[in-house]
């Protein structure tokens, strides 16, 4: 029915697509590292953090991704914020980017709009559901 979404062609790229994910979900600093490694040689950094930041809840960031860990993400994270220009001389506030159909904000903004949920938003849940699930939210077994 629905072509590639375009949005995810990158994620076609992933140095990890088809690895073991375990490493960049582990607590352990060694095995993070080894997660890093696999990164750095990923042709889709850049994209993958991207959209680390955009789709996961900074609240409750997790695993790695785009080179970094959860923990460095909320340092850059931070980082960032504080290096930003305050608002007296800050640009107009620009309108929230609109969540694009085949990515997970997009799939999370029909469920705030209540709208259809359509198949590339789906897939591109289920996408990241499949690698997010792997941190075990509720409570990890071990
Ligand atoms: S940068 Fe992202 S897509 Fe690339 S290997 Fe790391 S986690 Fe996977
Ligand atoms: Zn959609």
Known sequence: MNGVPN???WA???ACRGQQLDDFFAEAKLRMEQAKRVCASCPVRS???AEAFRAE???ARFGVY???TAAERRELAKRQRSSAPKAATAAPKKPRQPATCG???GYQKHLREGTEICGPCRQANTGADNRLRRTGTTKAAR
């Open 103 to 105: 990515t997970r904000p």
């Open 47 to 49: 994209q993958c953090l």
């Open 66 to 68: 785009g080179g970094l």
């Open 57 to 59: 809840d900074p609240s």
């Open 12 to 14: 076609d790229q992933a």
């Open 7 to 9: 949005a995810l062609v």
